[in-house]
């Protein structure tokens, strides 16, 4: 991985055989990010995202293997109980046009991603919710 940061925005290279969120995380520790927006897009070969039953407040994940390109990677760095912390949630297409996402567990980078972080001047932490039983933005 690889990345440049540009004032507020970071722009992220991250390479084949690298996992996507330990390389966030890495960024995020390095520039002492609390707060920021990610966006990206690329290519994974092997991925998991869940999806979060509401109801029974528990999260189901689905795993995927083979040739997938990344349509959207979307999410947040912020920090729960003054640590690191992300929530992003992922789509891929496989070569017939079929898009799978949800919660982002872990992704596997078979080719390239590219990424945009931009940086909040500002922290919001985030905090357990029973009713929801997620955690969720605490102002």
């Not at 084949?16 to 990010?33: T, V, W």
């Not at 070969?45 to 995927?64: I, M, W």
């Not at 079929?98 to 909040?120: P, Q, R, W, Y």
Request: aromatic share 10%; hydrophobic share 40%; proline share 0%.
């Amino acid at each position: 991985m690889e990345y440049r940061k540009f004032n507020d925005i970071i722009i992220a290279r991250i390479d084949k055989g690298e996992e996507i969120l330990s390389e966030i995380e890495e960024i995020a520790i390095k520039e002492n990010i609390k707060l920021a927006n990610i966006n990206a897009l690329g290519a994974t070969n092997k991925f998991t995202v869940g999806v979060y039953n509401v109801n029974e407040k528990k999260y189901y994940a689905n795993d995927f293997t083979g040739n997938f390109e990344i349509v959207s990677l979307t999410g947040t760095i912020n920090t729960m109980n003054d640590k690191f912390y992300t929530h992003i949630h992922m789509s891929a297409g496989n070569e017939r046009g079929d898009v799978f996402g949800g919660h982002l567990n872990k992704a596997i980078v078979s080719a390239t991603c590219e990424m945009v972080i931009h940086i909040i001047d500002g922290k919001v932490d985030r905090k357990y919710n029973d009713d929801i039983g997620l955690n969720l933005f605490e102002f």
